[in-house]
């Protein structure tokens, strides 16, 4: 998300800025909270353009599990179970086959839907002159508090889970491989990278077990590590120490990083569309988080550490200190 973009939400939420006690969290996180009588909802939405955040021609099954995963990737930073979804598809009158296209579509989506019995309950079609385009809303339920970008204090421990960087490493091989570039082998490097691009995992199983353990603080890694890192850092008012060598990377990532600190830089700092969980909790629960991750078949690692004082955090590597980057984080624009 670039800078003009935060400006454009923060003119929203000054003039439109909701008001109610239904409200338990609005603008500003990875979802927002209401009260409906029993278990809180939470929802969240997200539009993924041609062009911008698709290649025109990705495979309409892949863009269907995109789209529903960058949703329940929002509802798992939240803690929420996902429930319901609503679809809306803005389909370019051009569009070859476009029944063909909406079967294959459907059954990308029922792939990971099914997975956690997500229901899609409506939407909309559109046929437009413009870019392909797909908006999907996710609504789920929250058993307890939700966990906030603003829950970080000092002296917690900074964990991630999974790996970092793979999807910012399949992308730039993708534009490297246009036009008319050959397809990454099955089973290769390159084919497990171009894998957690296009099907990302929500780590859905992970965050509801890190609310119930008390965690306060989540953010799902979409726009880059410290991109999102500085969300949380704002929002709670702390700063934080990272250790860039602590980073989890996956053995075809740590193959294209190999102990280059521009490819640490470039690749699992500040690449983006990761759909990781960034988590901050109390040292104590360390212990339980690896256990409860474990059960889910989730890694998690401790990176970093959160400080007192507002501000940017500091970057290790290596035992030295390096300067952050001018980049706000991943622009998500082909």
């Known amino acids: 998300m670039t800078a003009k973009e935060f400006a454009l939400i923060s003119t929203l939420h000054r003039i439109l800025k909701p008001a109610g006690d239904d409200i338990l969290t609005g603008i500003g996180d990875d979802a927002a909270v209401v009260a409906t009588g029993g278990h809180p909802l939470a929802a969240c939405t997200d539009t993924l353009v041609a062009g911008r955040h698709f290649f025109p021609e990705v495979p309409a099954s892949d863009l269907a599990w ?18 319901w979804a609503l679809l809306n598809l803005v389909l370019p009158a051009g569009l070859p086959a476009a029944e063909n296209w909406v079967e294959d579509f459907a059954h ?20 437009s002159d413009g870019p392909l385009t797909v908006t999907v809303t996710a609504l789920g339920l929250l058993e307890g508090p939700a966990m906030l970008r603003s829950g970080a204090r000092p002296g917690d421990e900074i964990w991630v889970s999974g790996c970092l960087g ?3 490493i399949a992308l730039d091989l993708e534009r490297r491989r246009r036009p008319g570039g050959s397809v ?23 965050g509801m077990r890190a609310r119930a353990l008390g965690v ?3 953010q799902d890694v979409s726009d880059g590590f410290l991109a999102d890192l500085g969300h949380i850092l704002r929002a709670s008012g702390v700063s934080a120490e990272i250790d860039a060598g602590a980073l989890p990377l996956s053995p075809a990532a740590a193959s294209y990083c190999a102990g280059n600190w521009e490819a640490i830089l470039q690749y699992p700092l500040t690449g983006g569309d990761d759909y990781e969980l960034l988590l901050c909790l109390p040292s104590a629960l360390g212990p339980r988080l690896l256990a409860e991750a474990a059960a889910c078949g989730t890694r998690v690692t401790r990176v970093g550490r959160i400080l007192a004082d507002p501000g940017p955090p500091a970057l290790f590597w290596q035992g030295r200190a390096y300067p952050l980057p001018e980049s706000g984080g991943h622009e998500h624009a082909f």
């Open 66 to 83: 995109k789209s529903l995963a960058v949703n329940l990737s929002d509802l798992a930073a939240m803690g929420a179970a996902p429930q």
């Open 216 to 218: 306060r603080c989540a």
């Open 184 to 206: 990454p082998a099955p089973g290769s490097p390159e084919a497990c990278l171009e894998e957690r691009r296009l099907r990302p995992v929500p780590r859905i199983a992970l």
């Open 108 to 127: 990308g989506w029922e792939c990971l839907a099914r997975r956690w019995n997500v229901r899609l309950v409506g939407g909309d079609t559109v046929a």
């Open 166 to 168: 793979d999807a910012a």
